[in-house]
């Protein structure tokens, strides 16, 4: 048998640690391995290799083999990536799963590998909102607030509905909220554990079944070295992806309720959206993030009908 | 520390220009960083006493300063502003510092202009490719990433030009007074 | 093996007397070629890029041109003139109070070249001029400067707390006490040596009554107007750490523009031309030195020294020596921010495991970037005390920061037999720790 190929992977979450991201990696490595391909895989937590905005283009150049990162990162290579982290184009954890199989992500992994990348698991993560005074439930709530965005598209909708956005870098949240520079954020729940926002929010926004905040954070791999391996190995690694997948599909929703019980230990309320609520943030979302994203994208109007389509 | 330089010779004119050249990014990124002061006020400013919205302010100041780094890199070569370890320079004196000053020189020089080539590879990348960065200010990253290219090329013709004044004997070795002798 | 040959390159390229930031890229660059081949080369010019494109990083030219408009302006004058008529008797007084400047300069900043460029712009000049030898004035700065990551805020402590999910309000308040404790061991110290080996040569031509001190006050009106006006956009919610420096030079601008008239545009060049030489030196350190980490973590280098530390069945105190070891050899070579990114994610559950808590540890980590700040080859601080002191050898620098080296050791001896200097506040203040 030939020489042991070793994959790099890397991910900037914290490694060994439950890390539903972090887990998918570990997972997709441990399964290459047991597969005896003459594949072995280190992974590189904690972004201890790449910058996370830079695992995109390092994938894309074959210097990094395996990632796990926010599509919507590469966004500024491929403007319609900012789909994929669009307030209320996913609603939940089921239909999540649904948008997987629609032409919706077809189009967008067809994308993903013009540019150089494939997709080895899906994966789809709830965020939430909350602000340091009180509850956001309605776009009312926002007025007036200085709200600190993880992504544009949700900039675009709170600035829409009346608040006014902050740029801060996410290692500055925390303090931020603490001394009032900032007082609403919204983020992925597993980031709202691991910054311990729950230390200086009052109240929280939770998916529940009505979550406006999901964004797509696929395991991916560079198509160049995938090319290189062959044919038994590719199938390792495919396979390995699946799994990981279909772990996640379970973790997912442990990851939100993990986020909620961090938060209610530590005194912050809970609240989920109503239909009603839901709808009223999308009519804003449809009048900001999806009109200016139609405009910008050549065929991003096309884009958001395929994904609203899905049932 | 600066090359005794003669008018008229072609030699000369090079390292005069090269001097001009250095000075002016110099004077570039003292710009940069002013504009990022002032940006960084102006933010606060928007902030807190409007209330309003801050979009691009963040992205300007670390591209800018970004940028400065860059671009301030050959005149603080010029201006012997680039911090090493001395400890060896001192300890020797003579020939024996001229050729170390020279393998210092040529390290240097190596890194410089492999990274320039590198950087100019990366900015047309982005030029080519439309990027765009991926916050909320959708900069053109090709306008910020010129820096690179454009700061670590004038610090390699800066470094291009010590190498000749320190082999045609304009420059001393490590600029150090050859009267301050070895053994500390 | 990859290991050692990297180590003995970095150390062989550094003594060429090379540009530090240029001998950092040399041996990143000499060292993905080497091992990993010409495609590795790739993602150098992007990881420099990227190294350096960090919002956090905005506070050192910030800070530096804080004290380069406060250096060049008669306020660090007035400051020190008020500081030696109040401290003219005790031994080292005027260091004392840069120690202090500098811990006091620490709760505005997160960074410690920062703090060193700021302090050390007006302080080493002035001690210098003041008859105190060459070491005490640049190593107290050296060491001063290296408070601005213990006492919060600070990015370390913040790095950390990312990259290990500890709550960052805790560990704020956990730097806080051993922050004073190392700020006085490190005035014990001076008071001690400038008493011992070194007193002052300079004569007083005259005493200082209380009416001269009083007299002296007003002068540094305006220093602690600064002063309480950063606090006062820091802690009162006007604007981040980062952005805070960004409004305190201004104001600093602002302050060497009218209230000591500095019209001449040769004031304003030198002003610029000083905050641009140093930053832009500090900044390029960083840039290259990201990518020497990433040549380091690229090769596994530095996972792999970590993960035989933990594959060591030792006493827990072994433990916690060996990774104080790791940390300091670490730290000589690699910026903290560096070391905390790769290594806290690793280091954390071993520690856990050992039952040490993750605050307390934090402090310790700090304490150990601390180190590093001020060891060669790579101590950002000693680059920036370098800068402001140009014909001051590295090797004077070098012997005047080893004592407070010793110091620091002596403080994580301390932290080690009563963690509680640490945890007692968070403790106190947000409830005993889960
Ligand atoms: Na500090
Ligand atoms: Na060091």
Known sequence: ?????????????????????????????????????????????????????????????????????????????????????????????????????????????????????????????????????????????????KFRSAGKTFAAMWQKAGASIVTIPSSETYNALQTGVADATDTSTSSFVSFRLYEQLKCITAPGDNALWFMYEPVLMSKRNFDKLNEAQQKAVKAAGKKAEAYFRKASSEFDDKMVDAFKENGVEVVTLTPEEYDAWLKVAKESSYEQFADEVPDGKQLIEQALAVK | MTPRLDRGRPLDVFLSAVRALSLASGIAAAALIVAAVVVVCQMVFVRYVLGETTIWQTDFVTFGLVGATFVGAPYVLMTKGHVAVDLVPLMIAGRARFWLALVATVLSLAFTATVTVLAYDLWHEAWAGGWESESMWRVRLWIPYAAMPIGLGLLTLQYVADLVALVTGRDEPFGIDPAQGGGI | MQGLIVLVATVAVLLTGAPVAFALGVVGIGGLIAFQGIDSLLVVAETIYSGLHDFTLVSIPMFIMMGAAIGSSPAGRDLYEALDRWLYRVPGGLVVSNLGACALFAALTGSSPATCAAIGKMGIPEMRKRGYPDEVATGSICAGGTLGILIPPSITLILYGIATETSIGRLFLAG????????????????????????????????YVMRDKLAALPKVLPFMAIVGGVMYVLYGGVATPSEAAGVGAAMCVVLALVIYRMWRPADWWRILRDTTRESVMILMIIGTSVLFGYMLSSLYITQSLAQSIAALEVNRWVLMGLINVFLVVAGCFIPPAGIILMTSPILLPIIKDAGFDPVWFGVIVTLNMEIGLITPPVGLNLFVVNAIAPDVPTRTILLGALPYVACMVVGLVILCIVPEIATWLPDTLMGPGR
């Open chain 1, 1 to 145: 048998q030939a020489e042991t190929v070793t994959l790099r992977a890397s991910h900037q979450f914290p490694g060994g640690k439950g890390d539903a991201r972090d887990e998918m990696v570990q997972l997709i490595a441990r399964e290459v391995k047991a597969a005896d391909v003459g594949l072995d895989m280190q992974v590189y937590p904690g972004a201890s290799l790449f910058k996370p905005h830079d695992q995109w283009n390092a994938m894309v150049r074959g210097q990094l083999d395996i990632s796990s990162l926010p599509l919507d990162y590469a966004s500024g290579k491929v403007r319609a990536f900012g789909a994929t982290l669009m307030p209320g184009l996913v609603r939940n954890h089921a239909r999540a799963e649904r948008l997987d199989a629609s032409p919706f992500m077809d189009s967008i992994r067809k994308k993903i590998e013009d540019a150089g990348v494939i997709v080895l698991a899906d994966a789809w993560l709830a965020g939430a909102f909350g602000g340091k005074n009180g509850c956001i439930r309605k776009p009312e709530d926002v007025a007036g607030l």
């Open chain 3, 176 to 207: 806080v006490l051993p922050g004073l404790m190392l700020t006085t061991l490190f005035m014990a110290w001076t008071i001690f040596y400038v008493w011992r080996w070194a007193p002052r040569r300079r004569e007083f031509s005259r005493r």
